[in-house]
């Protein structure tokens, strides 16, 4: 069973990521092997252009179809709790709130950038749901979860995912989460 890719493709060209592992950081490429799900989609983009608002804007893939994952920290007993967030890019993550809660801890925000990449084996810019770590919740909001086809991160910043939201879904220890994104 394929995926409609050309939702949120704009002008990019896209193969099966299963065929373009190339393309993928290397946990990604493990998470996506270990899938096997033909209806995830790899395509190479300007790594300058990685950032939501620009990849967009140059090629025509619609904002609406775009989902950031965030990284998100916080403590409780000097334990650090760390999460995934997957929200479109039309919203943005309720971290002191639904993300609050969900962590269990007192104050939570966005994971400083170099632990994020470390701790995760990407490029910042390029984090993506596929991969994370094994013990961190991947929260997703709703409507990433019911989109035909959304754009997500590869690992790097010279290429991008695009998969049905049900794909994401299907990761280990993924949530979806009503309020999330807001």
């Known amino acids: ?80 709790r760390y999460a995934a967030c997957v929200v479109l890019a039309t919203t943005r993550a309720d971290v002191n709130g639904v993300v609050k809660r969900r962590l269990d801890v007192r104050k939570a925000s966005f994971a400083p950038m170099d632990d994020a990449v470390e701790l995760t084996s990407m490029e910042y810019g390029g984090i993506t749901p596929f991969g994370l770590p094994a013990d961190w919740p991947i929260l997703i909001d709703p409507e990433v979860a019911k989109s035909p086809a959304v754009v997500v991160g590869s690992g790097v910043r010279r290429s991008k995912l695009i998969t049905p939201g049900e794909v994401l879904t299907q990761l280990p220890n993924a949530e979806v989460l009503d309020g999330l994104g807001r």
Do not use: H
Request: hydrophobic share 50%.
């Open 1 to 80: 069973m394929g995926a409609d890719w050309s939702l949120a493709a704009g002008t990019l060209d896209v193969a099966s990521a299963l065929e373009r592992l190339d393309l993928l950081a290397d946990p990604v490429a493990a998470s996506v092997r270990q899938l096997d799900d033909a209806r995830i989609g790899a395509t190479e983009i300007d790594p300058d252009l990685a950032d939501t608002a620009a990849f967009c804007e140059k090629y025509g893939s619609p904002l609406e179809l775009s989902a950031n994952c965030v990284v998100v920290a916080g403590k409780r007993a000097g334990e650090v």
